[in-house]
T-cell receptor
Framework: QKEVEQNSGPLSVPEGAIASLNCTYS??????FFWYRQYSGKSPELIMF????GDKEDGRFTAQLNKASQYVSLLIRDSQPSDSATYLC???????????FGAGTTVTVRA | NAGVTQTPKFQVLKTGQSMTLQCAQD?????MYWYRQDPGMGLRLIYY???????DKGEVPNGYNVSRLNKREFSLRLESAAPSQTSVYFC???????????FGPGTRLTVT
């Protein structure tokens, strides 16, 4: 079973600050990396994906991938109360046909 | 374009009863998945279908069966429900396996 580790949190940040979420994975052959946001009682929603080393920015979200360190992170800039949710990291390997999910990090943005 | 739909949204079963959870997607995706989500356990893959006509076991398949009815539909059956199957069940689909997956709204199942 491929391991995907995340700090469970809760991560509490003030409104307007940067929230930094981390994820490590065990399978060095992993090739695709995803961040999902899940509000309480709702289904996971894909917010970012990254396949190559480096940074990928989309609005207030930045995903960072370092395959050598087996590490992927998500930065949320200018955090808003609406960003309060659980963030799931998922890792994929095209040879394995499925994604492995971390248990999620709960983020609370305080006004 | 509804994306991924699931029925029912809520269900209460007694131990030993059977039921089928339905899932459909209108994105012309090839791959479909069934997950369960329990507090503190994250998402665990029950079964998946890499393409129409194929199904494979995931991490926690015991007590479940699946049917890929056609490209759009993928159902999950509990033959004899047990309290340990109380969970939230999510269906997901992706264009190809191991890439972006899109989730349905979920089914909250309670087995008493």
């Amino acid at each position: 079973q491929k391991e995907v580790e995340q700090n469970s949190g809760p991560l509490s940040v003030p409104e307007g600050a940067i929230a930094s979420l981390n994820c490590t994975y065990s399978d060095r052959g992993s090739q695709s990396f995803f961040w999902y946001r899940q509000y309480s009682g709702k289904s996971p929603e894909l917010i970012m994906f990254i396949y190559s080393n480096g940074d990928k920015e989309d609005g207030r979200f930045t995903a960072q991938l370092n395959k050598a360190s087996q590490y992927v992170s998500l930065l949320i800039r200018d955090s808003q109360p609406s960003d309060s949710a659980t963030y799931l990291c998922a890792v994929g390997d095209e040879n394995d046909y499925k994604l492995s999910f971390g248990a999620g990090t709960t983020v609370t943005v305080r006004a | 374009n509804a994306g991924v739909t699931q029925t029912p949204k809520f269900q209460v079963l007694k131990t030993g009863q059977s039921m089928t959870l339905q899932c459909a997607q209108d994105m012309n995706h090839n791959s479909m998945y069934w997950y369960r989500q329990d507090p503190g356990m994250g998402l665990r893959l029950i079964y998946y279908s890499a393409s129409e006509g194929t199904t494979d076991k995931g991490e926690v398949p015991n007590g479940y069966n699946v049917s890929r009815l056609n490209k759009r539909e993928f159902s999950l059956r509990l033959e004899s429900a047990a309290p340990s199957q109380t969970s939230v069940y999510f269906c997901a689909s992706s264009e190809i396996t191991a890439y972006e997956q899109y989730f349905g709204p979920g089914t909250r199942l309670t087995v008493t």
